[in-house]
T-cell receptor, first 109, second 121 residues
């Protein structure tokens, strides 16, 4: 079993739709959690951190469920510019950071 | 303010040749990470440094790979000899973790460089 697992997608959604991604992690001692975004042929960039029960940033909401060991990312009112790969990232302690394989999102007009 | 700088951006070489990738982290950041990304394996952490000291190199695939950080503003990842299966995008990232007073240090945001696209023929 991979340490961090994501549905690879792709998710194809129309503009304005709400889409949700899930991510599961295997190490119950994991300390901190992040969502990164990666555009095609670009480097990953931090989208948002998920440190406690979850947080919201505009149209984006991230949630953490420690009991079930999963993280979710909800995108409301999808824009064309949201098309990218979304990477779930888990820190298992110290500097040990594990990236999921990513979920691809295509938002269409 | 300059971000993480990597060079070269593209490298095409022949099997057996030595390849050196370079990274300049963001000034003031004391942690540096080398990653490799392929379609098949995704983003893999190869090695990370804290205060110029290698902390964990368990992700380095084999002895052909080596990494150094001679000072706070420069790191290299070397592959010798290179093989076609080394073809990938290599990213360098830096961060400035906050100490929590606990046994471990929490990872802070990692800032990635633009990557080096390596092709080994």
């Amino acid at each position: 079993r991979k340490e961090v697992e994501q549905d690879p997608g792709p998710f194809n959604v129309p503009e304005g739709a709400t889409v949700a991604f899930n991510c599961t992690y295997s190490n119950s001692a994991s300390q901190s959690f992040f969502w990164y975004r990666q555009d095609c042929r670009k480097e990953p960039k931090l989208l948002m951190s998920v440190y406690s029960s979850g947080n919201e940033d505009g149209r984006f909401t991230a949630q953490l469920n420690r009991a079930s060991q999963y993280i979710s990312l909800l995108i409301r009112d999808s824009k064309l510019s949201d098309s990218a790969t979304y990477l779930c990232v888990v820190n298992t302690g110290g500097f040990k950071t594990i990236f999921g394989a990513g979920t691809r999102l295509f938002v269409k007009a | 303010d300059a971000g993480v700088i990597q060079s070269p951006r593209h490298e095409v070489t022949e099997m057996g040749q030595e390849v050196t990738l370079r990274c300049k982290p963001i000034s003031g950041h004391n942690s540096l990470f080398w990653y490799r990304q392929t379609m098949m394996r995704g983003l893999e952490l190869l090695i990370y440094f804290n205060n110029n000291v290698p902390i964990d190199d368990s992700g380095m695939p084999e002895d052909r790979f080596s990494a150094k950080m001679p000072n706070a503003s420069f790191s290299t990842l070397k592959i010798q000899p290179s093989e076609p299966r080394d073809s990938a995008v290599y990213f360098c990232a830096s961060s400035s973790p906050t100490t929590s007073g606990r046994e471990f240090i929490e990872a802070d945001t990692q800032y990635f460089g633009p990557g080096t696209r390596l092709t080994v023929l």
